[in-house]
């Protein structure tokens, strides 16, 4: 069974060392979800952010 992913909810975050940033829509896969990341970060530390699109604007993606 894979392990529970304990969510923690903030309205702010202070990231230092980002290389990149990404903004993609999450996906269907399986019984969970899945977020498409180019190959070129495989082994390093990803930061998933979650947002509340009500209060995203008007931004498309």
Known sequence: M???????PATEIKVTGIIGFLKRKVTPHGTGAKVTCPKEYLGKTAY??????STEGSEQQ
């Open 2 to 8: 894979p392990k529970k992913i304990v969510f923690q």
């Open 48 to 53: 998933l952010v979650i947002i509340d699109e």
